[in-house]
């Protein structure tokens, strides 16, 4: 069997691969970036087409996105998510239409309040980024009702992984404090740390998508823990490592204003599937402060 990842040099898209070639999946990658993939665009409709058509997979996931809400990435994003998804489902209409197909969404193209977000939240357009990822989702709503494909759609909840890097707080806090630990007198400059999202293992969320994409009565779910810590709790249990306090060295922004307060999954249809995660809050940051790889962004 052969699976084919749009995206495949991220985070997810390295761990996928992986647990793929575990369960003896041929993987096939795409990237704009690396060098151990094929390199190309997925908002490039021939592009797309020819390598579907030639490899036929019988897995499709599509990652590839830049991994912020700025609207500074509006095109880039458009063009990866939005475009990206039609071209794939087009493609696989035409040419492997049994196959499955896993789109990413995410925890952001939902409207928040502040109360664990589930599949029937409505959406909320926000940004360039969640306007693109509602628009994926919609597109592949119908291709699968109107033309039976078999589209699966995660909504990914916050996750990490050693493979982040500093772009991501959560790495920018634990390469921080492993500087510190050695000697660096830095001050580490942060925003609202009393925000509060799920800390989950990017390892394990690529597990739950392969859950869901393997059975065919749940088409869409949310993935993530339904557990929340703050930033500050993160902060804190850092510095513990290094057994020294942060307030000594982190400068809080006082007038940074955050996109939310609190993000936080109800995700109990992934979890009625089988999945759960093996990786708690205070396990990722153990294997964060024990592996760096510069990698992958």
């Known amino acids: 069997m052969r699976a084919l990842i749009f995206g495949a040099n991220g985070q997810d898209g390295y761990y996928l691969a992986e647990l793929l070639t575990l369960n003896q999946i041929d993987v096939i990658g795409v990237s704009q970036t690396g060098k151990n993939w094929i390199h190309g665009d997925v908002g490039d409709f021939k592009f797309v087409e020819d390598l579907i058509k030639f490899h036929r997979p019988h897995f499709i996931f599509h990652f590839a996105a830049n991994s912020t809400t700025h609207h500074s990435a509006l095109f880039h994003n458009h063009n990866a998510i939005s475009n990206g998804t039609i071209n794939i489902l087009e493609s696989v209409k035409l040419h492997c239409p049994k196959a499955k197909v896993f789109l990413a969404g995410s925890a952001m193209q939902f409207k928040n309040t502040g109360e664990p977000i589930d599949e029937k939240t409505p959406f909320e357009a926000r940004s360039a980024y969640s306007a693109a990822r509602i628009h994926s989702v919609y597109a592949g709503r119908y291709f699968r009702d109107v033309f039976n494909l078999h589209v699966y759609i995660g909504y990914l909840f916050n996750h990490d992984s050693p493979l982040r890097t500093e772009r991501h707080v959560n790495q920018k806090i634990v390469q921080s404090a492993i500087r510190i630990s050695g000697g660096s007198t830095e001050k580490l400059s942060l925003g609202n740390i009393g925000v509060q999202k799920e800390f989950n293992y990017a390892g394990d969320v690529v597990e739950a998508m392969w859950v869901l994409v393997n059975q065919e009565n749940i088409f869409e779910a949310v993935i993530g823990s339904g557990k929340s810590y703050s930033i500050e709790d993160w902060v ?25 307060n609190i993000l936080v999954s109800n995700p109990q249809i992934i979890m009625n599937l089988g999945w759960k995660p093996k990786y708690n809050f205070n396990q990722l940051i153990d294997m964060m402060f024990k592996q760096t790889d510069p990698r992958i962004d």
């Open 236 to 260: 804190e249990r850092c510095f513990e490592k290094i057994n020294k306090s942060w307030k000594e060295y982190v400068v809080v922004q006082k007038d940074y204003r955050p996109e939310y």
